[in-house]
C-alpha cells in the first residue's frame, strides 16, 4: 500500500530552528510537496522537489532523499505565525497526490 | 474577485438528506479536486477533473456524486447523507495534474450531518 509517514505534533521555541521529517512509500516517485495549513483555513503551498538535494526558500527549506524515501522541511528563525500543521504530499507514478496526515507545529515563547 | 470559492462555508444537515457543495474558480484552471479532511486522517480525494465534462474517482468516491459542466465550477453532491460524511471539504484546482504543479484551495466547507 502506499504510505507517508509524518510526526503526529512537535514543539519549538520562537527564533529557533525545527525540522519536519517526511518518510514515504509509495508506487512510483514523481515529486514531493509540502503544504502549510493554518488551524481553520486552507492549506497553501510550501515546497517541491523532485530531484534529491536542498531546496532554500528565505527562511523554509526542504530536501529529497529518493533513494531513501525521505524527506524534511527545515523552517529557521521560527515566529509565531509559523504555529500550524505542515502537510506532505507525494506524486506517484499514476500522477495521484498521496498526502500524509500533517504534522501540527507548536510555537513556545 | 480572483481566486477559488466555495459555498456554503458551513452546513448542518440530516442523515438522508441530498447536500450539494459549491466550487468555483477564475483561473481557468483545467483540474479541479474535492477532498476531505479528517481528524488523523491526510487529505483524501474523492473526485477530480481534469477538463469539463471529464470527472473521475479517486481514494473515496462512495456516496459522492460530481458533476463539471463548465470549467469554473466543480459541484459536489452527497446524494444521501450520512454521519460518517461529517467532514471538512475543500476544493482545489491546478493548472496541471498533479505531477508537479501546486494546487490552489478553496477556504472548505465545513459539513456537520446529524
Known amino acids: 500500500g502506499q504510505n507517508i509517514d509524518q510526526p503526529t505534533e512537535m514543539t519549538a521555541t520562537e527564533g529557533a530552528i525545527v525540522q519536519i521529517n517526511c518518510t514515504y512509500q509509495?508506487?512510483?516517485?514523481?515529486?514531493l510537496f509540502w503544504y502549510q495549513q493554518h488551524a481553520g483555513e486552507a492549506p497553501t503551498f510550501l515546497s517541491y522537489n523532485v530531484l534529491d538535494g536542498l531546496e532554500e526558500k528565505g527562511r523554509f527549506s526542504s530536501f529529497l532523499s529518493r533513494s531513501k524515501g525521505y524527506s524534511y522541511l527545515l523552517l529557521k528563525e521560527l515566529q509565531m505565525k509559523d504555529s500550524a500543521s505542515y502537510l506532505c504530499?507525494?506524486?506517484?507514478?499514476?500522477?495521484?497526490?498521496?498526502w500524509g496526515a500533517g504534522t501540527k507545529l507548536i510555537i513556545k515563547p | 474577485d480572483a481566486g477559488i470559492t466555495q459555498s456554503p462555508r458551513y452546513k448542518i444537515t440530516e442523515t438522508g438528506r441530498q447536500v450539494t457543495l459549491m466550487c468555483h474558480q477564475t483561473w481557468s484552471h483545467s483540474y479541479m479536486f474535492w477532498y476531505r479532511q479528517d481528524l488523523g486522517h491526510g487529505l483524501r480525494l474523492i473526485y477530480y477533473s481534469a477538463a469539463a465534462d471529464i470527472t473521475d474517482k479517486g481514494e473515496v468516491p462512495d456516496g459522492y456524486v460530481v458533476s463539471r459542466s463548465k470549467t469554473e465550477n466543480f459541484p459536489l453532491t452527497l446524494e444521501s447523507a450520512t454521519r460518517s460524511q461529517t467532514s471538512v471539504y475543500f476544493c482545489a484546482s491546478s493548472e496541471r495534474e498533479a505531477s508537479s504543479y501546486e494546487q490552489y484551495f478553496g477556504p472548505g466547507t465545513r459539513l456537520t450531518v446529524t
Open positions: 509509495t508506487s512510483g516517485f514523481n515529486g
Open positions: 504530499a507525494v506524486t506517484d507514478s499514476n500522477y495521484q497526490l498521496i
